[in-house]
């Protein structure tokens, strides 16, 4: 059955109902430009989503060297053919005109066009000098979490044996961060337990700080269809807004910014002290239970009610439903992560299956989730503060072993001190010591906190920026070099999802111009800088992605994260398969934990854990002594007031966060025609109560103030929490005339620009939403409504007080349900990428 859905009017598309422990209907969603239909389409190309974390498989749609649309593919287990908003429309903006196709340098004040090789000519003489005069500590590399596992792999290996850097993060710090460094609190290493099939078989649901719907919209769907079934599950949703998850639920608790811990303590005293924990799985798997007993002994619904302002009865009534769960799922993402308290809060959601033992079984886990499409490779390889392969940096074995792979000696690879995450990163070039940072495929002048200070800081000459993107950002106007880099679609590689599944993306197209793979430009730069082994051979051996693929298994190989049975002629046709995947287990791994707990022994753990409430790390004779025989370990943690809260000049709390039809700072998303429309320009979210005590009403021009900076947006009145203000952090400056900063004629519109330079001492993630903010009238609407959607967490408090705001004519995509389509013609293009 084929229907056409207007998809920016209904963004989770049409339902399937189906009932618990069945399988999944497929839906096979499908765009194709205006005037093309899949009979004209001359080839199909195998990829998957690189706009959210959920790994949607497609195939991208291709005639006469260019994309003309996308579908859905139906045998994939992430999606069975669904696509949402991003994945539907915002393939257009790699055709945009203003699309990076030459190097620029800076000459004069000026970013000017050249060749490759002067660009990189100049990049490969800063770093000798830079190397020669102030040490491998003056270079740092900042990168994203939408490159592919191949890049990342080569970018680690070249900073840290190549340079010999320990400043190597991506701007994953700022959305995985947390859940890396729960896990491998909670576990000992990182690797989601879970399983996105664990929805088909839950007959409880959580949702902590996530708001699905608009950050993995497809898993909603998967939720959707579920609650439409046969069984449905019962839903908890932790969140201050009223999302469409909120909207579901049967209980729906909407918190105070910066109170998780109290609320989650609180949770676990009504589960222990109604004796709803697993004995045996506690005695045989874990360490830790007894402190967590006695530190949330006396942390009762009322004390939590009265710090958290969430009725006690409502806390009770989450309680009985996660405690009485035949099989209870979790999932966490920002609300938790990007708050006060962020890595002791998500230790505190794996402790409620821990006492629960609710692990390793359908149905029965907890997904730490991502929030880029890549950020789990950025793990895994290394690019993003840890060692690649999940190996611990304070374990002279694990160094040891790394180096064999990569052929230099330990001494090579820095490990005196943590990896250097992106905050701190920061910090150095603020104060002088490190000289040269280069920025691949983000945009921190609008990503970061407190933008007023990083502007600053890349605006210092004695920084030398290179930005390596496809557009001409916000953070790229501030560079010395720019390198246009491919993109999705143009370039082959393979990257994970956020519950372990590998997918491989083929090259469709070609790039525009002389922009290059982000691999090619790191081998470039690596056979340029002649980095070499401890033999004198290259130190970086492999020349193409299939090649660089290869070499990350050997690395991977007997650690968590083990690649060695996949290769790209497994994940080329089929579905995607979950790691670890080995001889032993060919097929991939569906749940991990399903016998125990596998890495946490002293011996092979990532991490000997940290400190919840300081940071500061274990080492191996504190960790041997609490965990010697390698069990889960549960970690009480003690609530503590947020570092900044409301006062008389600034009242509310400020919190930021997405919407479903942009990702990120909207440098692809923005030059999507439907999906621009949806939410174009920047609003600010205010409950009726506090719109009402202000006099200010829908529509008007609103400041939200705070000692860093401003935002003036369009107001929406919304139920979210009273005394809390929303902003979505996705708006800049480069669709402006300001170019990359507020000015005389365009006032702040970056939501960053009132964020706190803060950051959770254990994971090292910002937190963006805990900030102290003052809300003003600049002027009234005289009719306008605010620029923000009808249909997600942004709906209006009274639904005819704002008219339908999706704009312009139906973004219509065909929906076709019991059929998988025609894929026998999908293909990828299996030549070489030499470029």
């Given at each position: 059955?084929?229907?056409?859905?207007?998809?920016?009017?209904?963004?989770?598309?049409?339902?399937?109902?189906?009932?618990?422990?069945?399988?999944?209907?497929?839906?096979?969603?499908?765009?194709?430009?205006?005037?093309?239909?899949?009979?004209?389409?001359?080839?199909?190309?195998?990829?998957?989503?690189?706009?959210?974390?959920?790994?949607?498989?497609?195939?991208?749609?291709?005639?006469?060297?260019?994309?003309?649309?996308?579908?859905?593919?139906?045998?994939?287990?992430?999606?069975?053919?669904?696509?949402?908003?991003?994945?539907?429309?915002?393939?257009?903006?790699?055709?945009?005109?203003?699309?990076?196709?030459?190097?620029?340098?800076?000459?004069?004040?000026?970013?000017?066009?050249?060749?490759?090789?002067?660009?990189?000519?100049?990049?490969?003489?800063?770093?000798?000098?830079?190397?020669?005069?102030?040490?491998?500590?003056?270079?740092?590399?900042?990168?994203?979490?939408?490159?592919?596992?191949?890049?990342?792999?080569?970018?680690?290996?070249?900073?840290?044996?190549?340079?010999?850097?320990?400043?190597?993060?991506?701007?994953?710090?700022?959305?995985?961060?947390?859940?890396?460094?729960?896990?491998?609190?909670?576990?000992?290493?990182?690797?989601?337990?879970?399983?996105?099939?664990?929805?088909?078989?839950?007959?409880?649901?959580?949702?902590?700080?996530?708001?699905?719907?608009?950050?993995?919209?497809?898993?909603?769907?998967?939720?959707?269809?579920?609650?439409?079934?046969?069984?449905?599950?019962?839903?908890?949703?932790?969140?201050?807004?009223?999302?469409?998850?909120?909207?579901?639920?049967?209980?729906?608790?909407?918190?105070?910014?910066?109170?998780?811990?109290?609320?989650?303590?609180?949770?676990?005293?009504?589960?222990?002290?109604?004796?709803?924990?697993?004995?045996?799985?506690?005695?045989?798997?874990?360490?830790?239970?007894?402190?967590?007993?006695?530190?949330?002994?006396?942390?009762?619904?009322?004390?939590?009610?009265?710090?958290?302002?969430?009725?006690?009865?409502?806390?009770?009534?989450?309680?009985?439903?996660?405690?009485?769960?035949?099989?209870?799922?979790?999932?966490?993402?920002?609300?938790?992560?990007?708050?006060?308290?962020?890595?002791?809060?998500?230790?505190?959601?794996?402790?409620?299956?821990?006492?629960?033992?609710?692990?390793?079984?359908?149905?029965?886990?907890?997904?730490?989730?991502?929030?880029?499409?890549?950020?789990?490779?950025?793990?895994?390889?290394?690019?993003?503060?840890?060692?690649?392969?999940?190996?611990?940096?304070?374990?002279?074995?694990?160094?040891?072993?790394?180096?064999?792979?990569?052929?230099?000696?330990?001494?090579?690879?820095?490990?005196?001190?943590?990896?250097?995450?992106?905050?701190?990163?920061?910090?150095?070039?603020?104060?002088?010591?490190?000289?040269?940072?280069?920025?691949?495929?983000?945009?921190?002048?609008?990503?970061?906190?407190?933008?007023?200070?990083?502007?600053?800081i890349l605006e210092q000459e004695r920084l030398f920026v290179v930005v390596q993107d496809l557009f001409l950002t916000e953070t790229a106007q501030l560079a010395d070099v720019v390198l246009p880099a491919a993109t999705w679609g143009e370039k082959t590689g393979t990257f994970t999802n956020a519950d372990r599944t590998v997918h491989l993306s083929d090259r469709a197209v070609d790039p525009p111009g002389e922009a290059k793979a982000d691999l090619d430009i790191f081998l470039d730069y690596a056979a340029r800088m002649d980095f070499r082994d401890k033999d004198g051979g290259p130190l970086i051996t492999w020349h193409d992605p299939q090649s660089a693929f290869e070499a990350w298994k050997r690395c991977s190989a007997g650690r968590p994260c083990d690649y060695t049975g996949l290769t790209y002629d497994r994940l080329r046709g089929g579905t995607g398969i979950q790691w670890p995947c080995t001889e032993q287990s060919p097929h991939g791994t569906d749940r991990l934990y399903t016998d125990g707990i596998s890495w946490a022994h002293p011996d092979v753990c990532e991490s000997y854990g940290k400190d919840l409430v300081t940071g500061a790390t274990n080492d191996d004779v504190e960790y041997r002594s609490l965990n010697p025989d390698g069990k889960a370990v549960i970690k009480a943690a003690e609530y503590l007031p947020p570092h900044e809260t409301p006062d008389d000049d600034h009242p509310f709390q400020l919190v930021t966060g997405r919407t479903i039809y942009h990702f990120h700072t909207r440098t692809k998303t923005g030059r999507a025609p439907q999906l621009n429309r949806a939410a174009p320009d920047v609003w600010v979210e205010a409950s009726a109560s506090d719109a009402s005590a202000l006099g200010i009403d829908e529509g008007d021009l609103v400041e939200v103030s705070t000692p860093r900076g401003a935002v003036r947006g369009r107001l929406r009145v919304t139920d979210i929490r009273p005394g809390m203000l929303f902003i979505p952090f996705h708006y800049g400056y480069w669709d402006t005339k300001a170019g990359y900063a507020p000015d005389g004629e365009t006032p702040g519109r970056a939501a960053n620009e009132t964020t706190v330079t803060d950051w959770d001492p254990v994971s090292k993630q910002p937190l963006f939403k805990t900030a102290a903010a003052a809300l003003r009238r600049v002027e009234r609407g005289d009719g306008d409504t605010a620029p923000a959607p009808t249909t997600t967490a942004s709906a209006p408090a009274r639904a005819d007080a704002v008219p339908d705001t999706t704009g312009g004519p139906p973004a219509l995509v065909n929906e076709s349900v019991g059929a998988a389509g025609d894929v026998g013609d999908v293909g990828g293009n299996r030549e070489e990428d030499s470029r």
């Open positions: 059955m084929d229907a056409a859905v207007d998809r920016i009017a209904l963004p989770w598309g049409s339902r399937t109902p189906y009932g618990r422990h069945q399988a999944w209907p497929e839906r096979v969603d499908t765009c194709l430009e205006e005037g093309v239909d899949a009979g004209s389409v001359q080839r199909w190309v195998q990829t998957a989503s690189v706009l959210h974390s959920d790994g949607d498989a497609m195939d991208i749609a291709v005639l006469d060297g260019r994309m003309v649309g996308v579908r859905g593919r139906a045998q994939d287990r992430v999606n069975r053919g669904r696509l949402e908003p991003k994945d539907l429309f915002a393939w257009r903006a790699g055709a945009s005109a203003d699309r990076l196709t030459t190097p620029l340098v800076r000459r004069d004040g000026h970013l000017v066009e050249c060749d490759w090789a002067t660009a990189m000519d100049r990049i490969v003489a800063r770093s000798r000098e830079l190397l020669e005069e102030r040490g491998p500590g003056s270079i740092g590399f900042y990168t994203t979490g939408q490159l592919f596992l191949e890049e990342y792999y080569t970018l680690a290996v070249l900073a840290r044996a190549g340079i010999g850097t320990n400043h190597l993060d991506g701007n994953t710090r700022l959305c995985t961060s947390t859940a890396a460094e729960a896990l491998k609190e909670s576990f000992g290493s990182d690797g989601q337990p879970g399983s996105y099939d664990d929805i088909d078989h839950a007959d409880v649901i959580a949702l902590f700080g996530h708001n699905i719907a608009e950050t993995q919209p497809v898993q909603w769907m998967r939720i959707l269809d579920r609650l439409e079934g046969a069984d449905p599950p019962r839903l908890v949703c932790v969140d201050p807004r009223r999302t469409p998850v909120a909207r579901k639920a049967t209980v729906h608790l909407a918190p105070r910014a910066g109170t998780n811990v109290a609320l989650l303590n609180a949770l676990l005293h009504e589960i222990i002290r109604t004796d709803r924990v697993d004995h045996d799985y506690i005695e045989a798997h874990t360490v830790g239970f007894e402190e967590l007993a006695s530190r949330v002994k006396d942390c009762t619904p009322e004390w939590a009610a009265r710090i958290c302002d969430v009725p006690a009865a409502r806390i009770r009534e989450a309680a009985e439903l996660l405690g009485t769960a035949d099989r209870l799922l979790s999932t966490v993402l920002q609300g938790v992560y990007q708050s006060h308290q962020a890595t002791a809060a998500a230790v505190q959601i794996n402790n409620l299956h821990l006492i629960r033992g609710m692990l390793g079984r359908p149905g029965a886990g907890v997904l730490q989730m991502n929030g880029q499409p890549t950020a789990q490779n950025t793990r895994e390889c290394g690019a993003d503060g840890d060692l690649p392969g999940f190996r611990n940096w304070q374990n002279d074995a694990h160094v040891a072993e790394l180096a064999a792979v990569w052929n230099v000696e330990p001494e090579t690879i820095p490990h005196y001190a943590p990896p250097t995450h992106a905050m701190q990163m920061f910090r150095y070039a603020e104060q002088g010591s490190l000289r040269m940072l280069w920025i691949s495929g983000t945009n921190p002048a609008v990503s970061l906190p407190e933008l007023s200070r990083i502007r600053s």
